[in-house]
């Protein structure tokens, strides 16, 4: 009797299996209907450079002209710095910017500016737009422009 169920058991699971395998079949049968990337047929375009016109060309060199000479920051020495940095007022009189600049360069054993030296760093600073002069009692008074209280901030 055993060997009987045991056979109807076998009977019945390999029934089951070949009913799930269909039922599988048929789910996967109803799966293939076309994607949408089967559909579509992708075709190859060709690209070319966009060409720069003269007037843009133009355009874009005077911009860059425009844009070096209005900020030159990177262009300071490191002697121009140091002078510029050493404004602690927006007007000083060339005295007391020697004063000021060589206090700091005496204590660390750098040769101090003499006034020719500090003359032409101040020239090279007023020619960039960072100071303006003006002659007050036979004095040159160095004033820091916009443009330099804007580079020390």
Same mark, same amino acid.
């Given at each position: 009797?055993?060997?009987? /169920?045991?056979?109807?058991?076998?009977?019945?699971? =390999?029934?089951? *299996?070949?009913?799930?395998?269909d &039922? #599988?079949?048929?789910?996967?049968? =109803?799966?293939?209907?076309?994607?949408?990337k089967?559909?579509? @047929?992708?075709?190859?375009?060709?690209? *070319?450079?966009?060409?720069? $016109?003269?007037?843009? @060309? /133009?355009?874009? /060199?005077?911009?860059?002209e425009?844009y070096?000479?209005?900020?030159q920051?990177? +262009?300071?020495?490191n002697?121009?710095?140091?002078?510029?940095? $050493?404004f602690?007022?927006?007007?000083m009189?060339?005295? +007391?910017?020697? #004063?000021?600049?060589?206090? =700091? +360069? #005496?204590?660390?054993?750098?040769?101090?500016? /003499? *006034?020719a030296d500090?003359?032409?760093?101040l020239?090279s600073?007023v020619s960039k737009? &960072?100071?303006?002069?003006?002659?007050v009692?036979?004095?040159d008074? &160095?004033i820091?422009?916009?443009?330099?209280? &804007? +580079?020390?901030?």
């Amino acid at each position: 009797m055993e060997n009987k /169920n045991e056979r109807d058991k076998v009977k019945k699971d =390999s029934a089951d *299996k070949e009913k799930i395998r269909d &039922y #599988i079949e048929q789910m996967a049968q =109803s799966k293939k209907t076309p994607v949408a990337k089967d559909l579509v @047929q992708l075709k190859h375009v060709e690209v *070319k450079k966009q060409e720069i $016109s003269p007037q843009t @060309q /133009n355009l874009a /060199n005077t911009l860059r002209e425009q844009y070096l000479e209005h900020d030159q920051f990177e +262009r300071l020495t490191n002697d121009e710095l140091t002078v510029l940095e $050493s404004f602690t007022n927006k007007r000083m009189f060339l005295t +007391r910017i020697a #004063i000021i600049v060589n206090q =700091s +360069r #005496i204590p660390l054993g750098i040769e101090p500016f /003499n *006034k020719a030296d500090l003359e032409k760093i101040l020239d090279s600073l007023v020619s960039k737009g &960072y100071l303006e002069v003006e002659l007050v009692e036979g004095k040159d008074v &160095y004033i820091l422009t916009e443009r330099g209280v &804007y +580079r020390l901030q």
